[in-house]
């Protein structure tokens, strides 16, 4: 059903939701989705960086006494 959908159809769509919302909430809007996809990336990199962080700790800690017949 949505392989049918091609230019024309896009632009008709984004018309109708121009003119129920109007260009001032549809701006805030599109706004809020950009906020929300840095948000998400950050969230991304902070947790692999977190996870790298915690490899790195995970690595430090061995024993003395193993180090040693290494």
């Known amino acids: 059903m949505l392989n049918n959908i091609g230019i024309p159809g896009l632009l008709l769509i984004a018309v109708v939701v121009l003119v129920l ?12 989705v950009g ?21 790195t700790a995970a ?5 003395e006494e193993d180090k040693d017949r290494a």
């Open 21 to 32: 919302f109007g260009r001032g909430k549809v701006s805030s809007l599109m706004g809020e």
């Open 35 to 55: 906020k929300g996809i840095t948000a998400f990336k950050k969230g991304v990199n902070d947790g692999s960086q977190e996870i790298e962080d915690t490899a």
């Open 59 to 63: 690595r430090d800690v061995t024993p």
